[in-house]
């Protein structure tokens, strides 16, 4: 969850900065429900071979109850046409620092992680003619976006990178025009620009005469704001009262009971578009005339005794048994203790569980850290979050033989929807859902699909923002009862 909003302040920093047209440092603040939350500034520098970009944007903010502060610090190159040639990221979240080098040629970002003593590196292609910037209102040709030059309606497709999920994401910027926008009680004109890319919608309001920011909306609410140095630099050691995961869940209309054991439930979901919402043999997604979602949802079903053995399992879905970025499945460590886990199981539905299990008694949970995080140091600090219980759990089932992936979403605890993960395991017949933050068991109806895969898949994709739930049904598992 803030791993996605950071990604996008950082990506605003690169646009606040692009906004500058001589070496002036710019100060924005971040707020969440009018309280501010965090803090970004950026510098750009005209430079003989193009343009030089240094930003910070930190956060700092109550997750789970628990203080967290994330701090990335990144340096960019681009050419005279705008177009990126060098990126460097310094991420520090937790008492953990990472670093992310991309270099960008014509067909590829070379990417290398460097964390925890290990180097790690991939290679992202770029599809043919994409314009790869770092301010998603350049257009093609490497123009600014302004009033002049454009009309509403205007389109223009961009690529930029995320450091945190080390992926090459595709954006688009909607020129919208000149509108009148209440701000602080004053009524202004404004440029409206809408950004919109796989971690979500980011509204940018500027001054139409020079470009300046006035105000910047994106996803879970969040609002920036330009500040003064001042104001800036005059309180970053405040005590933060925001809880995010309490500030960005979602309450259905009526209380769900004993939501650890049902087997199916039906919801309708209004008020966001969800495109990424799918259907698959885990739920059911209806869309309706008048724009709201039935989802229902009925997690797959196997038992031991029709799982397939690891070795019948592992024949399919090959891609799920790879070593990829922060799933480091072909790890020595990692085999070794996956072949101890299993300790002679072979049938991949009890191995699965077992694997699951362990990660859940393996860590203890820690909100403060909020980058993702390769296995090994999972393993070595066995602290986390869902993120972190779901990535060395698939790593282990990898290494174990078992193909698996990632899954995001959202589940029901405590009265409400709060962004989630885990995982699914191939056991021959279907793709076997476990969570091993809750218990290490299978999953219950209550959660709920948004996307899958290796990271840079799972972990780019949805916001809940504006949406509102209703439950029509819930099952439960053994005794079928109902509740409406």
């Known amino acids: 969850m803030i791993r ?182 004053v009524k202004l004109t404004v440029f409206w620009v809408r950004v919109t890319d796989p971690r979500g919608v980011t509204d940018i309001y500027t001054s139409p005469v020079d470009g300046g920011l006035i105000l910047a909306k994106t996803i879970l609410g969040i609002e920036l704001r330009p500040l003064t140095r001042e104001e800036a630099l005059g309180n970053l050691d405040y005590v933060p009262s925001i809880d995010l995961a309490t500030a960005t869940r979602v309450r259905p209309d009526k209380p769900i009971e004993n939501p650890r054991r049902l087997s199916k439930l039906r919801l309708r979901l209004e008020g966001g578009e969800l495109p990424r919402l799918a259907g698959s043999a885990h739920q059911t997604v209806e869309r309706r005339p008048d724009g709201s979602i039935l989802l229902t949802v009925h997690p797959y079903r196997i038992s031991a005794g029709e799982a397939a053995s690891i070795d019948e399992a592992g024949k399919r879905h090959r891609g799920f048994l790879k070593s990829v970025t922060f799933i480091p499945s072909g790890d020595s460590e990692m085999t070794r203790l996956a072949i101890e886990i299993l ?9 699965a569980h077992r694997v699951a299990r362990y990660v859940n008694r393996l860590i203890r949970p820690n909100a403060t850290i909020a980058m993702l995080r390769d296995a090994r140091e999972i393993l070595k600090t066995k602290e986390g979050v869902c993120r972190d219980y779901s990535i060395l759990t698939a790593t282990l089932l990898r290494a174990a033989g078992i193909p698996a992936k990632l899954v995001t979403g959202a589940v029901y605890a405590d009265g409400a929807f709060y962004y989630h993960a885990w995982v699914e395991a191939w056991t021959g017949g279907g793709w076997l859902a476990l969570d091993p933050t809750l218990g290490g068991g299978l999953v219950d109806a209550t959660h709920i699909k948004f996307a899958e895969g290796d990271p840079e898949e799972a972990f780019v994709v949805f916001t809940l923002d504006g949406v509102k739930i209703r439950v029509l049904e819930a099952v439960g598992n053994s005794t079928g009862e109902q509740q409406r």
């Open 4 to 185: 996605r909003a950071a990604s996008l302040l950082l990506l605003f920093s690169l646009t606040l900065a692009a906004l500058a047209t001589e070496p002036v440092t710019e100060f924005i603040g971040v707020f969440l429900q009018n309280e501010r939350i965090g803090l970004v500034t950026a510098t750009t520098f005209d430079e003989p071979a193009g343009r030089r970009t240094v930003s910070t944007s930190r956060i700092h903010a109550l997750i789970l109850g628990q203080e967290m502060r994330l701090e990335i610090h990144s340096e960019s190159w681009s050419d005279r046409n705008g177009r990126l040639t060098k990126q460097v990221f310094l991420i520090e979240s937790g008492g953990r620092e990472q670093k992310v080098t991309a270099e960008f040629t014509k067909s590829v970002v070379k990417v290398v992680r460097e964390a925890d003593g290990r180097s790690d590196k991939k290679e992202l292609p770029i599809p043919p003619g994409a314009l790869i910037v770092e301010d998603p209102t350049v257009a093609a040709g490497g123009e600014g976006v302004t009033p002049g030059d454009t009309r509403p309606g205007d389109m223009f497709v961009f690529y930029s990178f995320d450091p945190l999920a080390l992926a090459l994401l595709r954006g688009e910027s909607e020129i919208k025009g000149q509108i009148e926008l209440e701000v602080a009680g």
């Open 343 to 351: 300790d002679g199981e072979t049938n991949s539905y009890r191995a």
